[in-house]
């Protein structure tokens, strides 16, 4: 079955036949006249759009469907509250299409990160923090999820190889600190930010085309889960210290800065306050980026409210004049820069500093040369 619209292109008065998507949300509900009815929500690598299918659609309706599933879907794309919405007229459970094409995947390269942050582990000079980063790395089964699992469900780095991006943006975000601040100790920080959010390989979880929250990741959540699991390795390492056992589990315990935002304590460590602010950095930048990638779009000159971040951004600067070069932007090139995302991306370069450690290409297969060429100067 071939896919021909993404979310991206849908458009109002668009009919769908057979078209495939990932079922992200499939509940039924009872309308105020007892009918029922399906609150759905579908996606692939290009966004997210909600869906519906009224009482008389339900007989052309798999229930049978789960959440993760590919389904291909006929209706008709509506505008609702000036969004667009499908009617699902029809669903079907397809198996012909790999689950992982609908999931959206980090431009970083996974394993250059990977590199880096093993690099980072074997440069720890306390024995015991050694022990422990060797210990979670040298296990095939908790490295390999560790390369490609979201660090959220939707709020930051919601997708595949999401939690290696976080942590290793953290550590190169922790650079500066190190340098400016010499008391530092570098070797808890970063033990401190490779496992702060280590309890979300326990939290989330990959189902089909869809990440979700796992039933112990919402009685549980990710910070005790955390604890528990780095508790877990530190008993397997003969006389850990119990002083550097408090203060590893200090700083997963308040990574998250405030009791409101909901670590149990505040950081009381040097290393745990430069770890909240920069999870808090690498979090916030995230989202904020990712907002304006998908918002640029509309060519508002300001985004749409952002629910988490509770704000909008002006976006305008973002954009770069079509017939501008690279040169006339950067300096790096004289190719004219024809598409949105083209602009929207060498604009974006441009606003950013240009720190040479960190730039890294992209592993997507499908991308040009050229858009690789693009992106190796991008902090995003
Ligand atoms: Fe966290
Ligand atoms: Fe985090």
Same mark, same amino acid.
């Given at each position: 079955m071939q896919k021909q619209y993404n979310v991206e292109d849908l458009q109002i008065d668009q009919k769908l036949i057979k078209e495939p998507f990932a079922l992200l949300e499939f509940e039924k509900k009872l309308s105020k006249q007892m009918k029922p009815y399906?609150? !759905?929500?579908?996606? &692939?690598k290009t966004g997210k759009i909600r869906a519906k299918a009224w009482t008389e659609s339900i007989p052309n309706l798999d229930t049978n469907a789960e959440v993760g599933n590919i389904v291909a879907i006929t209706g008709k794309v509506q505008s609702y509250a000036d969004k667009p919405q499908i009617i699902v007229e029809r669903l079907e459970v397809v198996d012909d299409i790999a689950p992982e094409e609908f999931l959206v995947v980090t431009e970083r390269d996974r394993s250059q990160m990977a590199d880096d942050l093993k690099a980072e582990i074997?440069? @720890?000079?306390?024995q015991y923090l050694k022990q422990l980063l060797d210990l979670f790395w040298n296990n095939d089964d908790y490295r390999d999820k560790f390369i490609n699992f979201?660090?959220?469900?939707?709020? $930051? $780095? #919601?997708?595949?190889? #999401?939690?290696? =991006? $976080?942590?290793? =943006?953290?550590?190169?975000?922790?650079?500066?600190?190190?340098?400016?601040?010499?008391?530092?100790?570098?070797?808890?920080?970063? @033990?401190?930010?490779?496992? $702060?959010? !280590? #309890?979300?390989?326990?939290?989330? &979880? !990959?189902v089909g085309a869809t990440i979700i929250r796992t039933v112990s990741g919402r009685l549980i959540t990710h910070i005790p889960q955390g604890l528990l699991f780095v508790d877990h390795l530190i008993q397997q390492i003969p006389d850990f210290p119990e002083m550097l056992k408090d203060k590893v589990f200090h700083m997963i315990l308040s990574h998250q800065g405030k009791l409101e935002f909901g670590s149990p304590v505040v950081p009381q460590l040097l290393e745990a306050l430069v770890l909240s602010q920069i999870d808090d950095a690498g979090a916030s930048m995230n989202q904020a980026v990712k907002h304006i990638e998908k918002e640029y779009q509309t060519g508002n000159e300001f985004t749409d409210y952002h629910k988490w971040l509770k704000r909008s951004f002006y976006q305008k600067d973002y954009y770069s004049d079509p017939n501008k070069t690279d040169e006339s932007i950067d300096g790096s090139s004289s190719t004219a820069i024809t598409s949105d995302e083209k602009r929207f991306d060498r604009a974006i370069r441009s606003h950013a500093t240009n720190n040479s450690d960190i730039v890294r290409n992209t592993d997507s297969a499908e991308e040009s040369e050229s858009m690789k060429k693009d992106k190796q100067n991008s902090l995003f």
């Open positions: 399906y609150n !759905i929500e579908l996606g &692939d074997d440069k @720890t000079q306390n979201p660090a959220g469900e939707y709020v $930051h $780095h #919601g997708y595949v190889g #999401g939690l290696i =991006e $976080h942590v290793w =943006e953290m550590n190169e975000l922790s650079k500066p600190y190190l340098k400016m601040y010499k008391n530092l100790d570098r070797d808890l920080l970063f @033990t401190g930010i490779f496992f $702060h959010d !280590i #309890g979300k390989l326990e939290e989330l &979880d !990959i």
